[in-house]
């Protein structure tokens, strides 16, 4: 799974501008003019943070479906740290 990171110092960056962007919404492309990488590359990065459970992926709520199809491609991201790690688990 690791193999697939090719430039580790950038998956460094990409968490850090994750965190730095916490709560907010934000786009892979967003992200990728951040770290200096492709959309797709940030998209890839994202699901091996996904898969070993480093950050999760809150998808957009609204009661109106026009402003949820304006914001489906936009995410916001939690990193699961030391501080908050209880309240994942006992959920």
């Known amino acids: 799974m690791w193999k697939q990171v090719k ?5 460094l960056t990409l968490l ?3 965190a730095f962007q916490l709560g907010s919404q934000v786009s ?3 992200l990728g003019q951040m770290c200096a990488l492709d959309s797709k590359t940030v998209e890839k990065y994202v699901n091996l943070l996904e898969q070993t459970y480093v ?3 809150l998808g957009s709520f ?5 402003t949820f ?3 489906y491609s936009n995410s916001e991201f939690s990193v699961i740290t030391p ?3 209880d309240a994942f688990l006992s959920a």
Do not use: C, G, V, Y
Not at 7 to 11: D, Q, R, Y
Not at 62 to 66: E, L, V
């Open 28 to 30: 892979f492309h967003e």
């Open 16 to 18: 850090q501008a994750i």
């Open 7 to 11: 430039k580790p110092n950038k998956l």
């Open 55 to 57: 950050i999760f992926r």
């Open 62 to 66: 609204s009661r109106n479906p026009k």
């Open 83 to 85: 501080d908050n790690m």
């Open 69 to 71: 199809l304006e914001n």
